[in-house]
C-alpha cells in the first residue's frame, strides 16, 4: 500500500472517529469531540413522545370505606369514550345518564347506608382499544336517628275537598329545610302554583294560591332519600303519592244570622240552621278545613281542659256525624239537643251544630279537604290550628318557604 493510500485511510479513520464521538450520550449541552472539544454542526436524535393511553375513572376510590351515603358516583373517560356503566349492589342498582360524547356518566340517585357497591364500566380507547374496570366501595353506615322518614297527607290514591294542603312530616325533625325543600315537588294537572311553608322542623305544608281546580289530579315527590337535612340527618326514604281533587265545596257559616249556606261547585244547595259557641266558647272565625270524618264520636270537654263534671262540662258518646276542623276541637256535627236554638242562638262550646238530618245529609257529601269559611265573631282561626293554611295571604303563605 502506498503512503499516500495509508495517509488517506489514516484520515478517514480519524474523521470516523469524530463522528462516533458525536453520536455519544455526553451530559453537555452540545455533542464533544473524543478530546473533550465542541463539534460544529451535530444534533442529537429526536426523542419519540409517549404514546397517549386511554382510562376510565371514578370520583370515588377503589376500596373506598366510610363513603358519605349524599355522594353522587360520576365515572369519566380520559382519551377513550365509555360503552356502559353499572352499579349495583345488594339491594339493586343505582340508575345513571351517560353524557353525549359518552365521557362521562353521572349516577342518577344517591346511595344507600352501610352498603358495598360494584361500579362496572368499559369503553374504548381513542386508539380502538377495550378498557374495562370493576372496582368496589363502601358507604358509611346510619343509625335510625340519622335518618328521616317522610310520611305524605293525602294518601295515595284519595280524593279531597278543593282546601286540602300537602304535608309532609318528618319523624327526625329537619334543620337544612332549604335542602330539603329543594327535593320536595308537587306536580298538578292543570297547573297550578303554590308554595311551601313550613310549620315547624317536623312538618311542611304546601297549598296552591288559590283554592285547588275542582278535579285536579297531584301528584307529590318527595325525593329526599340520602339528601342532608343537617345536624349529620339524611333523608331516609324517596316517596311519591298521588291524589284526586274533587268537587268545589264551601260551606259558610255565619255567626251572627246562625245560618250555614252549603255550596257545591258554585251553586247553593242548601241553607242549614245552626248553633255557634256560646259567651266564653266563641267560635273562631275564619278558613277552615275539614280535617277527618267520624261517624260516631265521643266527645269529652276534658280534651280541652274543662272538667266533664263541671257546670261547662261534657262528656257525649254518641255525637253523629262528626267532622273536625281545628285541633283544639271545633266540629261540625249533629246536635238534636240543640234543635230549639239553631238559626237564632249560639249555645255550643264552640261547635257547630245541627239536626240530625241535615247534618247527616251534609255528611254524606263532604269530604276531608272541604272549605268551611266561618265569619261573625271575634275570634279568629289561626294557621297551625287544624289545617289553617287559608288564613294567611298567599304572599305571607310564601315567606314560610325556606327557599323564599
Known amino acids: 500500500m502506498s503512503v499516500l493510500r495509508v495517509r488517506a485511510l489514516a484520515v478517514a479513520l480519524g474523521c470516523a472517529g469524530v463522528v462516533l464521538a458525536g453520536c455519544g450520550t455526553g451530559s453537555g449541552s452540545s455533542p464533544q469531540t473524543a478530546g473533550g472539544h465542541h463539534t460544529k454542526g451535530a444534533h442529537s436524535a429526536p426523542t419519540s413522545p409517549a404514546p397517549v393511553v386511554g382510562a376510565i375513572a371514578s370520583n370515588i376510590a377503589r376500596g373506598a370505606r366510610g363513603v358519605p351515603v349524599d355522594q ?33 356518566w353521572t349516577a342518577g340517585a344517591l346511595l344507600e347506608p352501610g352498603t358495598t357497591y360494584t361500579v362496572t364500566s368499559s369503553g374504548t380507547t381513542d386508539a380502538g382499544d377495550s378498557l374495562n374496570r370493576v372496582t368496589r366501595f363502601s358507604t358509611a353506615a346510619l343509625t335510625l336517628d340519622q335518618q328521616t322518614f317522610p310520611s305524605i297527607t293525602p294518601l295515595n290514591g284519595d280524593t279531597v275537598g278543593i282546601g286540602m294542603p300537602v304535608i309532609v312530616t318528618f319523624d327526625v325533625p329537619v334543620t337544612d329545610r332549604a335542602t330539603i325543600e329543594k327535593h320536595l315537588h308537587v306536580v298538578s294537572a292543570p297547573a297550578q302554583r303554590g308554595s311551601w311553608h313550613w310549620i315547624s322542623d317536623t312538618e311542611v305544608h304546601w ?72 259567651p266564653g266558647f266563641i267560635t273562631r272565625s275564619g278558613v277552615k278545613v275539614i280535617v277527618e270524618k267520624d261517624r260516631h264520636h265521643r266527645m269529652n270537654s276534658e ?10 262540662g261534657y262528656n257525649i258518646g254518641d255525637v253523629e256525624f262528626a267532622m273536625r276542623l281545628t285541633y283544639t276541637g271545633e266540629f261540625l256535627h249533629a246536635a238534636p239537643w240543640s234543635v230549639a236554638d ?13 239536626s240530625t238530618a241535615n247534618a247527616g245529609w251534609l255528611y254524606d257529601m263532604s269530604r276531608i279537604g272541604d272549605v268551611v269559611v266561618t265569619t261573625g265573631t271575634t275570634r279568629q282561626m289561626t294557621l297551625t290550628n287544624g289545617y289553617g293554611d287559608w288564613n294567611e295571604s298567599f304572599a305571607d303563605y310564601a315567606k314560610g318557604s325556606a327557599l323564599h
Open 303 to 312: 280534651t280541652i281542659g274543662i272538667d266533664p263534671n263541671g257546670p261547662d
Open 342 to 354: 239553631q238559626g237564632h242562638d249560639n249555645v255550643s262550646h264552640g261547635c257547630t251544630g245541627m
Open 207 to 278: 297549598r296552591p294560591a288559590s283554592y285547588w281546580k275542582a278535579g285536579t289530579q297531584v301528584t307529590v315527590n318527595a325525593d329526599i332519600n340520602s339528601v342532608p337535612a343537617g345536624n349529620g340527618i339524611f333523608g331516609q326514604l324517596d316517596r311519591t303519592i298521588q291524589f284526586n281533587v274533587g268537587d268545589a265545596h264551601i260551606y259558610k257559616v255565619d255567626a251572627q244570622t246562625d245560618q250555614m249556606h252549603v255550596f257545591s261547585n258554585g251553586q247553593l244547595l242548601r241553607t242549614i240552621p245552626v248553633t255557634t259557641g256560646k
Open 72 to 104: 353522587r358516583v360520576q365515572v369519566t373517560a380520559d382519551h377513550a369514550t365509555l360503552s356502559s356503566v353499572t352499579i349495583s349492589s345488594k339491594s339493586g342498582t343505582v340508575p345513571g345518564k351517560m353524557s353525549h360524547d359518552k365521557t362521562t
